[in-house]
């Protein structure tokens, strides 16, 4: 009896091109690993003045001969020939999406939390939370609606978490920092500091549209007595006339004037100088945002009274922002210098020590600026091939090979790709094309409250690339991807007076 040949369980993704989105056709393999259509990677490279690969971004000197690779070939006509059976997929709207807390514990393409565990400090989708219902050892964690900042629920010292409001210090506490570190101070729980603080946001409100309420009170009030004042004063001087000709029953000789002076109670000017101050005042205060955010899930809203947005390049200088490389995060294949201002990618390895905030695959490196809850300006300037500008999370993966760790190629980052050919900005692997002419400087300009990131072209004016609107959970740190031999310097600018 022959043997029962092995089922091979495997997901349809592992056979699918990344430039079609399609299963393989004529499947060749290059130098880095990676499988495409012989014809899509025949006419991605026909089209580009630079070969490099459309997954990794590895870019190769000689154009490869490409040749199909046979044994994968055949797998994947057995693959389509018999049907194979992998495991079930869960519908396409379990897994997660832009605006969705990710599950902890699936790997590969994961599924949508469903809970939050704040003993475990970690986010379940259906499947890993069962054990959460049916073991005893997990009935008395609590559970709560999916939180995608947990980590801000810990205290940073003691991985405790955080029960108490310090109200001495004014900040959030766990029950050991109580005993260490803020004895006899006046404390208060969480739930019932926010409760003060939702209801002092409440008073502010009331008395906000009570202010204005009261303002346009006036205003009408003022109206009704100047045209009362103003009908009056018309009557009166009207009356001081038909007096003056009833008075003249012979009419002046040559050279004699008819005369008479018309005296007011108030000065029409002074009055319209009066409203049109009070009217600039009412545009200025009408042309503001009042932004509401929640920094964590321990603090009250935090309402706050934007001015408008900026319009001329000294307008945004008013947000300009110092940032510096990051030289833990530095690819060893990117160069800093000028006061970690520039980075260079070059063939040579830079003898940086182990670190976890490293790229350890992707030429890529951060700032060490976290941006978060303010506006926010930087200009670069930009040197070679390809380039991406961009701003990422903490969490964007350092230490994987794939492609989910560059920068616009996932939900954790937003960057502009820049090269002498075209622009794009690249989100969650998702590209949008710009048709503008290549400049070397680009401005960025963040707007956390708003949730807007915008790219400029900075030259003898400044020009809008593009904008994404958005909305930030987490502090952002700028960052940069350079090709072989491109350069990135951040700008010294001076911040405007404001």
Request: glycine share 4%; with cysteine; net charge negative.
């Amino acid at each position: 009896m022959m043997m029962a040949e092995a089922q091979l369980f495997v997901s349809q993704d592992e056979f699918t091109c990344s430039v079609c989105l399609d299963t393989l056709t004529d499947p060749v393999t290059i130098l880095c690993g990676h499988n495409f259509c012989l014809k899509c990677l025949t006419d991605y490279w026909d089209q580009s003045q630079v070969c490099r690969c459309p997954q990794c971004r590895h870019t190769f000197t000689l154009r490869p001969e490409l040749k199909r690779n046979n044994l994968l070939n055949e797998v994947i006509k057995k693959f389509k020939k018999r049907a194979l059976n992998p495991p079930p997929p869960l519908p396409p709207k379990n897994y997660a999406g832009p605006g969705d807390v990710e599950c902890d514990f699936c790997t590969g393409k994961k599924f949508r939390a469903v809970k939050s565990c704040l003993t475990c400090m970690a986010s379940y989708c259906p499947i890993h939370l069962k054990p959460h219902y049916e073991g005893d050892a997990w009935k008395g964690h609590k559970l709560v609606d999916p939180d995608r900042n947990l980590k801000e629920k810990l205290c940073e010292k003691h991985q405790k978490s955080l029960e108490i409001f310090c109200k001495t210090d004014e900040m959030c506490v766990c029950m050991i920092c109580v005993v260490t570190g803020h004895k006899n101070h006046e404390m208060v729980e969480l739930g019932t500091e926010r409760e003060n603080k939702e209801m002092s946001v409440e008073r502010d409100v009331e008395e906000n549209e009570k202010s204005y309420t009261d303002l346009i009170r006036c205003i009408e009030e003022a109206d009704r007595k100047l045209t009362e004042r103003i009908k009056e004063q018309e009557k009166r001087e009207m009356e001081k006339s038909e007096r003056n000709f009833s008075s003249r029953c012979i009419l002046p000789a040559d050279g004699d004037l008819l005369s008479f002076t018309v005296t007011t109670d108030f000065s029409s000017e002074d009055l319209r100088k009066e409203l049109s101050g009070l009217k600039k005042s009412l545009e200025k205060i009408s042309q503001c945002e009042i932004m509401t955010r929640t920094p964590s899930a321990h603090e009250a809203p935090v309402f706050a009274l934007q001015p408008p947005e900026p319009q001329s390049r000294d307008d945004f200088l008013k947000y300009f922002c110092p940032l510096t490389l990051d030289i833990n995060t530095a690819h060893r294949y990117l160069h800093l210098s000028e006061g970690n201002k520039k980075v260079t990618r070059e063939w040579t390895e830079s003898k940086y020590p182990i670190h976890p905030d490293r790229f350890d695959s992707w030429p890529q490196v951060l700032c060490r600026e976290a941006l978060t809850g303010t506006r926010c300006y930087w200009e670069v300037e930009c040197s070679g091939d390809f380039i991406d500008i961009g701003v990422a999370y903490k969490g964007l993966s350092r230490k994987e090979l794939g492609w989910e760790c560059g920068l616009g190629n996932n939900n954790k980052s937003w960057c502009l790709r820049c090269s002498h050919s075209k622009y794009s900005v690249h989100h969650n692997d998702k590209e949008t094309v710009i048709s503008a002419p290549y400049i070397p400087r680009i401005g960025v300009y963040l707007d956390w409250p708003a949730g807007s990131l915008s790219f400029y072209s900075v030259s003898h004016t400044m020009t809008l690339l593009h904008r994404i609107n958005t909305s930030f959970t987490e502090p952002l740190y700028p960052g940069f991807w350079l090709s072989l031999h491109s350069s990135v310097t951040i700008s010294h600018l001076t911040r405007c007076d404001q």
